[in-house]
């Protein structure tokens, strides 16, 4: 069973409107969640990370927490065609090791 | 940015061949990992290193061994490429277990 579950698989938002991305954990293990942007052709960079209950927000971007149902979120406001991307969502499930457990990942496509 | 090179960017060899994929990163850190990335899963770890001579096996490892020679190589080898290892291949590092993993380019592995 994967690990690390994320819907939905594609998402298409106007330019200027809300993507809401969702990732889940069946290990209650998790530590740390992390988020991922990869654009086409390029390799993954890291967005943003959350370890702790609640909310976090960085410009346009925020993620959410919720460590009793293993689930976290990441919203992006105002979404810009740059945007456009594979998003990943990775759980740290042992922060001895830094091994990481990717999700299968949603394309974002924002149209103009 | 912390630095991450891989070589080379493209490779075609033959089922039964033999393969070395290798990562340099001058970021002075400890972790390294490798990755493969197949369209419709998100990232699998192969195996990661924590420093010089250290190997830890990942979760996808059969087929593929490792070597960390010094701080900033590490070397994924395949002695008998098969189709199936048909992938993009992703090496990381990181400076600590809990710290943001750094990608290179990629490697487009073609075993035909």
């Known amino acids: 069973q994967q690990k690390v579950q994320q819907s939905p698989e594609s998402l298409i938002v106007p330019e200027g409107g809300m993507a809401s991305l969702n990732c889940t954990s069946s290990?209650?293990?998790?530590?740390y969640f992390w988020w991922y942007r990869q654009h086409s052709g390029k390799s993954p960079k890291m967005l943003m990370?959350?370890?702790?209950?609640g909310e976090k927000e960085e410009g346009r971007f925020t993620v959410h927490l919720n460590k009793a149902s293993l689930h976290t979120s990441l919203h992006i406001r105002d979404s810009q065609p740059s945007d456009s991307a594979l998003y990943l969502c990775a759980a740290s499930m042992d922060t001895n090791t830094g091994k990481l457990t990717f999700g299968d990942g949603t394309v974002l496509t924002v149209k103009p | 940015e912390a630095a991450v090179t891989q070589s080379p960017r493209n490779k075609v060899t033959v089922t039964g061949g033999n393969v070395t994929l290798s990562c340099r990163q001058t970021?002075?850190?400890?972790?390294m990992y490798w990755y493969r990335q197949d369209t419709g899963h998100g990232l699998r770890l192969i195996h990661y290193?924590?420093?010089?001579?250290?190997?830890q096996i990942g979760d996808v490892p059969d087929g593929y061994k490792a070597t960390r020679t010094t701080q900033e190589d590490f070397f994924l080898l395949l002695e008998l490429a098969s189709p199936s290892q048909t992938s993009l291949y992703f090496c990381?590092?990181?400076?600590?277990?809990?710290?943001?993993?750094?990608f290179g380019p990629g490697t487009r592995l073609l075993v035909l």
């Open positions: 990381a590092s990181s400076r600590s277990s809990q710290d943001t993993q750094y």
């Open positions: 990370s959350i370890f702790s209950n």
């Open positions: 290193s924590y420093g010089a001579g250290n190997l």
């Open positions: 970021n002075s850190h400890n972790y």
């Open positions: 290990d209650r293990n998790v530590d």
